[in-house]
């Protein structure tokens, strides 16, 4: 069997089972950030994310902007945890041909988002490649309430994004987008969201991502799916890459936040937690319609 | 001007500079890990290690050993700073047409390795490449007291390393090396190294490292620097991968390492320190000779 069989996300599963066992008393592989033992109050969470050249990013694309999407892409896993970003390593493959200012500029970009985004860039490593590959690994801190997982969903549940979404990949959003980081400081010291994500590979198979760890189902309203700019209804269900916050709240802490009105951002509430039987629905003018859990996937 | 004409050490300069200024109060790039605050008595550790195929391995090498060398080259890092290794999160470009066995292999290799070094692989990220990457990021933990950097060699000063050098790579060693943690223990606990690094790029580029932030020369004994098995002394001065502990005492710290050999396990005094002005020398039987400080660089 080839990979291309397997799936990227059964790859994640096999890798899953086969770390497994190995991680007592942390929260492993699964969440947008591992969560691991700080300090009394805190977790110390910790991500890593690799942007491939002819996959995530072309040369033809602003070097600054690739940059930025480095460190912001990192940034948003550590806020769908609900916590703040820290330090970052940086890993760099670069073909020796490449010319010395794309790897400045990439570097500029890198350095802008990260003092943008409150992360300080303390180390890294640079290799030889065929193709420019930047990983970044990032640290986090976040509070042990207010730590929020994919897996805390419960039937009744309302749910939320932070923004429009599709077309980020086809706009050149996703080279410029202001990771959630203050959004969801707000959410979980005043909402305590029951599970979040950040939407990267699109809301329906992120979403599943939530209903695969909460074991619940969900019915998405269509016409409450906020849309970028030009993006179809379609393109807000299955691009990547939008970076914007999916939360689900307990009705009432829905009602709080929806009814005072009082938060500093704008939340769209597109759906409800269902239980894990019903699946993954959406409702639209011809009633409702089963979606199938797919996104963007690398394999 | 392209990156073959800066070289690696010169990209890297480079970055450090557009870095600087950005990481108050943190040791930033230019040690095997970043170093920042932790805890009242501890800092934490964090370093990033990215390994391309084609580069640093190929498909042809087992590939438990390349997982394996994955895990080890990263704690070697975290022991060169006199610390313990943690928590790793681990990503992986791998091209679709590839076996899913050298995958799991592959794996396999990780986590046997971080069994045996204690580290908890506690996530990661795994996308689509032309060509297979490994980049392991990997947090420790040092005391305040006990950190050690590459700048603190002072003139009078031994140089030990802690075994045979050479061929590690023609060998397959550097598939299947202990790093030297548990030595580096004993050594930051005993005998308060004043600069140490891991031999990674060949001793005598890591040794130029030392020397350069620690603005020092050195005088090296070549009769003393201990080979690996049919290695040469170029061999032993040159090659990488050696992931042997490189370190400075003062004089009588170093009189106490040799005098009682009480440590449990085996070190070689290979020279001393002196001052910048001499630069790097070697002596042979025929008299000082200055080297050239290279070794293996990517670019």
């Known amino acids: 069997m080839r990979l291309s069989d397997l799936g990227e996300f059964g790859l994640i599963d096999r890798i899953r089972k086969q770390v497994k066992g190995l991680s007592a008393g942390v929260v492993g592989i699964g969440d947008d950030a591992a969560v691991v033992p700080l300090s009394s109050g805190k977790y110390l969470l910790l991500t890593t994310d690799m942007l491939v050249e002819g996959v995530h990013f072309t040369l033809a694309m602003p070097a600054r902007g690739i940059g930025h999407k480095a460190i912001a892409s990192s940034v948003s896993d550590i ?53 420019v590959i930047i990983n970044v690994a990032l640290t986090g801190e976040v509070k042990k309430n207010e730590v929020v997982y ?27 987008f202001v990771p959630r980081v203050l959004e969801s400081q707000y959410l979980v010291k005043r909402h305590k969201p029951t599970a979040m994500i950040d939407i990267s590979d699109g809301l329906v198979a992120d979403l599943g991502h939530i209903l695969a760890e909460s074991r619940v189902g969900a019915v998405i ?26 939360f689900t709240l307990s009705p009432s802490k829905a009602k ?27 409702r639209t003018t011809g009633g409702l319609k089963r979606l ?4 963007y996937t690398h394999f």
């Open 292 to 295: 199938k859990i797919k996104g």
């Open 221 to 246: 309203e269509g016409r409450a799916v906020p849309r970028r700019r030009e993006a179809s209804l379609k393109e807000a269900l299955y691009d990547g890459e939008d970076f914007e916050l999916l």
């Open 79 to 131: 806020a769908a945890m609900g916590g703040v970003p820290k330090y970052a390593v940086v890993s760099l493959a670069v073909p020796p041909s490449l010319p010395c200012p794309v790897v400045s500029q990439m570097y500029q970009g890198m350095i802008m988002a990260a003092r943008k985004f409150g992360v300080e860039i303390v180390g890294g490593d640079t290799v030889k490649g065929q193709k």
């Open 150 to 176: 994919r897996h805390g969903a419960r039937a009744g549940d309302r749910i939320f994004v932070t923004g429009p979404l599709g077309r980020s990949l086809k706009s050149g959003r996703h080279l410029r």
């Open 256 to 282: 709080g936040l929806e009814k005072h009105n009082k938060s500093p951002f704008r939340v769209y509430r597109i759906g409800e937690i269902v239980s894990e039987g019903e699946g993954l629905q959406m």
